[in-house]
């Protein structure tokens, strides 16, 4: 008579694939003291991030030990024999009502579990309101900015946190598609032209950690993972503040657009220029020859290359035509160099700039 009451066997490996799932879920759930594979977590709810990472790998090690478990067990159990004919069945199972009520509750509750678990975390990270500071972050191509209140215009260097103070993080792109990422924070969130997208934290740990681009935005996509997160004590954070209020203090917080007319060169500072090439020009444009390209052109003797007496653009290299390609930007063969307002230059940044390309020789 044929049965499909399960034999020794399946009750046998039933026991070894339990200790197996114990063994690997024990591992992940010890694996920071075990084998640390994160950076500690610099803040909160880093932590809880932390706290859910293990318990879905643990979780996920018990389910991954039983069904493939089971799957090889029963392939080799219930196989062909020798002697079996060729067309040889196997035996029909159906209307189990007890095994598929539980093979129904029982996935159900591990999923309502999870998205438990996820939620309320999501709900800290992203909508549980905070008091503290208020930050923005605008993707570029390809770098960030920042905006603190009462700073006019955008911070260009780093985004400085005090310690131990929620944020409130607002995220949005100016060209297309961004992600920022602080691994060390377990902080991440698209950011995309048009929309904020919020993440609420509080960092707890001083330090200095790595903001990464993680959404493919163009060739210099790689290149964004130079700016840092610098949580300090607040002194020192105040110190770094009032020293960008005062710096910007001068710039206009409208948005960046193209000037019309002509732009007064006179006076452009070389260092102020060069500090600004490396910000917002080095991502596309070499310090080499011309034929040196990232994106464009390598611009060394850009004013002052023989072989290259004109411009892309097929103007003559003169200062004013330089400052002309910077203010109304140019789209040749090798592609899009992006005009006044993309670049977010003022008037007095093209000078700078123009004065600095002039010294390349
Ligand atoms: C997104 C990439 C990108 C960025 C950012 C960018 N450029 Fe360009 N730039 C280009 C491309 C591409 C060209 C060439 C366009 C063509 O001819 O097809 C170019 C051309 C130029 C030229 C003309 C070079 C020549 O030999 O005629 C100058 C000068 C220049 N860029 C300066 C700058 C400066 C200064 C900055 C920083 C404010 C900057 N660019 C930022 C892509 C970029
Ligand atoms: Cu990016």
Redesign the pocket.
């Given at each position: 008579m044929e049965t499909n009451k399960p034999g020794r066997g399946f009750w046998v490996t039933t026991a070894i694939l339990a200790v197996i799932s114990i063994a690997g879920a024990l591992y992940f759930w010890l694996m920071p003291s075990v084998q640390p594979w994160l950076p500690p977590e610099g803040g909160h709810p880093g932590d809880q991030v932390d706290w859910l990472f293990r318990f879905m790998a643990s979780a996920a090690a018990v389910l991954y030990t039983f069904v493939v478990g089971y799957v090889i067990y029963f392939a080799i159990a219930y196989r062909r024999r020798r002697g079996d004919p060729p067309d040889a069945l196997g035996v029909h199972v159906h209307d189990n009502t007890k095994l598929e009520i539980a093979w129904t509750v029982v996935p159900t509750l591990f999923v309502i579990v999870l998205s438990i678990l996820s939620i309320k975390i999501w709900y800290v990270l992203q909508v549980q309101p905070t008091n503290g500071l208020v930050v923005e972050s605008i993707g570029r191509?390809?770098y960030f900015t920042f905006r603190y209140p009462n700073v006019n215009g955008e911070v260009t260097d780093a985004m400085h946190l005090p310690v131990n103070m929620p944020v409130t993080l607002n995220l949005t792109s100016d060209d297309v598609i961004h992600s920022f990422w602080v691994p060390d924070m377990r902080l991440k969130a698209d950011m995309i032209p048009g929309m904020i997208n919020t993440i609420r934290f509080t960092p707890t740990r001083v330090g200095r950690y790595q903001i990464i681009c993680t959404e493919f935005c163009?060739t210099?996509h790689s290149t964004m993972e130079k700016q840092t997160m610098v949580v300090q004590p607040m002194p020192a954070y105040l110190a770094w503040y009032h020293d960008w209020q005062q710096r910007n203090a001068h710039v206009s917080n409208a948005p960046p657009t193209v000037t019309s007319g002509t732009i007064a060169l006179a006076g452009g500072n070389v260092a102020a220029g060069r500090a600004?090439?490396s910000q917002?020009?080095s991502?596309?444009?070499a310090l080499g020859p011309?034929e040196q390209r990232i994106?464009?052109?390598g611009?060394r003797g850009?004013l002052h290359d023989e072989s290259?007496p004109?411009?892309?653009?097929g103007d003559e290299?003169t200062p004013a035509d330089?400052a002309k390609?910077?203010q109304n930007g140019?789209?040749?063969?090798?592609?899009?160099?992006?005009n006044q307002a993309q670049?977010g230059?003022s008037n007095k940044?093209i000078a700078n700039?123009v004065a600095y390309?002039n010294t390349l020789k």
């Open positions: 191509q390809w163009g210099g600004l090439f917002k020009c991502a596309c444009h011309f994106v464009g052109p611009l850009v290259h004109d411009l892309v653009d290299a330089v390609i910077l140019f789209t040749g063969s090798m592609g899009h160099m992006p670049n230059l940044d700039l390309l």
